[in-house]
């Protein structure tokens, strides 16, 4: 069964790059509602843990590296059906076969910095959500 909440991440570049507010324009006017956001910086051990399931591959150093050089603005979006939804409006990894109207067709600038962070299942937008916000901080 398909639960009605998911996480996403602005990434470093996007922050840097100033789109905050776009992304955050784009995902509203999507239908989500936004029910816990913050702005915050990984460490170097937060990306580790929270990109863990990668620490086998070849690019998890890149990524780690990348994911704890500057902020990241944290939320958890709420609509029906809202990972795969989200899934939708992001796009694909790679901004190059993004369809166009996706997040990372307009902000990402490649494959590894690719503007957004969006939740593959409803398990994992659960963990997600977990470690970036207590309970206090979801509403």
Do not use: C, W
């Amino acid at each position: 069964m398909a639960t009605n909440r998911t996480f996403t991440m602005i990434k470093p570049d996007a922050v840097a790059n100033g789109h905050i507010g776009n992304i955050l324009a784009m995902i509203t006017n999507a239908g989500f509602k936004i029910v816990s956001l913050k702005l915050t910086q990984l460490t170097t051990a937060d990306a580790q843990k929270f990109y863990d399931v990668h620490a086998a591959r070849p690019f998890y150093g890149e990524l780690v590296e990348f994911m704890s050089r500057g902020p990241i603005l944290a939320a958890i979006l709420e609509k029906d059906n809202a990972v795969e939804d989200f899934r939708t409006l992001i796009g694909a990894t790679n901004p190059a076969d993004a369809a166009e109207g996706t997040i990372r067709k307009a902000y990402a600038t490649s494959i590894g910095e690719n503007a957004v962070h969006g939740s593959d299942s409803d398990e994992n937008a659960a963990i997600e959500g977990a470690f970036h916000f207590a309970g206090r901080e979801n509403f």
